[in-house]
DNA sequence: TAATGAAGTGGACAATTGTCCGCTAATGGG
DNA sequence: CCCATTAGCGGACAATTGTCCACTTCATTA
């Protein structure tokens, strides 16, 4: 189990200063046509063109679209973990686990929610929809939570890997998008579906 | 609101004889590619090419891959839409509609274990993911169960849209494929879990 | 500073999906 | 039976994603 994630925080070898100011000039770009334009209706190629670099360097930097529309929320994705491990453990200001995965759950709605259409639009390639990094964090949150509300009591005995999975297919983006702008619904109206069924509905009688 | 719906069961004005023929013959092409090689590494040119067809031809067939798809198990859905419209309203055999709810979520399971290749094949142009032909009539059923679960005591008081989303995204063909093959869950697994989550925990206390 | 080799770059290419549109031929009315 | 209408056909084209690889440039080191 080598650690190798391509984590731009720990430069493995080395990353040359030109191609780092290459990235940033692409992200820049990037983020004025998907504001321009949408995410969903820019192109990669488009991307590349605009940013004046031929598609492989694009695509170098960025594997696909999702990791590229990631890249742009990076800040607030990071926010949003430093705050949910900021809760999660944090047994004395919410002693119950069921009380910190309805935190979660709701923090998870309103930060795709902000950014539904970059989420949209980089879904990415379909093998990495349920276990990519993003996904894997929350999924691996999720499971220490149901576990702890488990042995606690709060929660009568139950697969705590497929819950967790129903938990994250019940809020993905394309879903999310879907119930938002199809058919109308708040973000409060998700919020309190979700609770209904996994803190309420799952609650130990 | 027009009739439109292109079912092929009401030649609404005429249907060529050789057009007939030319469906027929695609769907066995398509029926062995798929066979042998799987869906997913299927292209639509091959199917074309396969077929001594046209791509237009093929496309007018069958707007994308999932129509495709779709055709190909179109008898095993019917039959499934057959056995459900049997047990759905069969308030003698079945007096809790909670218990219909599970049956019917037992026997999506088992479909879509069933076909699975052709239904993460043609998973469709995600527009038509939450409310194609087939997940509307789905969706559909999921109501009238839930409603009238609720109106009979059995449900607390819930948001039976949102929750029958819920419902589908849970069980929806990539995700299963994702838990039958790369996690190893068995369907039983699947459908336990599905009861617990949405049939023991949403039943009213 | 010059050489070296790895990191980075560009754009041609391959693969795929889906559309367009001029041509062909089945069908049905006269 | 013949012709006009129009469903149906084929395949070129456009759009997009992603890969490949020969070439370039930085950065280290001798």
């Given at each position: 189990?080598?650690?190798?994630?391509?984590?731009?925080?720990?430069?493995k070898r080395r990353e040359r200063r030109d191609a780092r100011a290459n990235r940033q000039h692409i992200l820049a770009v990037a983020k004025r046509l998907f504001a321009d334009q949408g995410a969903e209706?820019?192109?990669?190629?488009?991307?590349?063109?605009?940013?004046?670099?031929?598609?492989?360097?694009l695509y170098r930097h960025f594997a696909d679209k999702s990791e590229l529309c990631h890249a742009l929320i990076k800040e607030d994705i990071q926010a949003f973990?430093?705050?949910?491990?900021?809760?999660?453990?944090?047994?004395?200001?919410y002693p119950s686990a069921l009380q910190r995965l309805e935190l979660?759950?709701?923090?998870?709605?309103?930060?795709t929610d902000s950014?539904?259409?970059?989420?949209?639009?980089?879904?990415?390639?379909?093998?990495k929809r349920f276990r990519g990094p993003f996904n894997q964090w929350m999924y691996d949150r999720l499971i220490l939570l149901l576990e702890e509300a488990m042995e606690a009591g709060e929660l009568a005995p139950l697969d705590v890997n497929f819950t967790a999975d129903a938990i994250l297919a019940a809020i993905m983006p394309h879903l999310h998008y879907y119930q938002r702008h199809e058919?109308?619904?708040?973000?409060?109206?998700?919020?309190?579906g979700m609770r209904h069924i996994f803190i309420e509905g799952l609650r130990a009688k």
């Open positions: 189990m080598t650690t190798e994630h391509e984590l731009e925080e720990s430069p209706a820019t192109s990669m190629y488009e991307v590349a063109q605009a940013a004046k670099v031929g598609q492989g360097t973990q430093a705050r949910v491990d900021d809760f999660i453990n944090d047994r004395e200001r979660f759950i709701s923090e998870k709605v309103l930060l950014h539904l259409s970059l989420l949209v639009a980089g879904g990415g390639p379909q093998h058919l109308g619904y708040s973000c409060e109206r998700i919020i309190a």
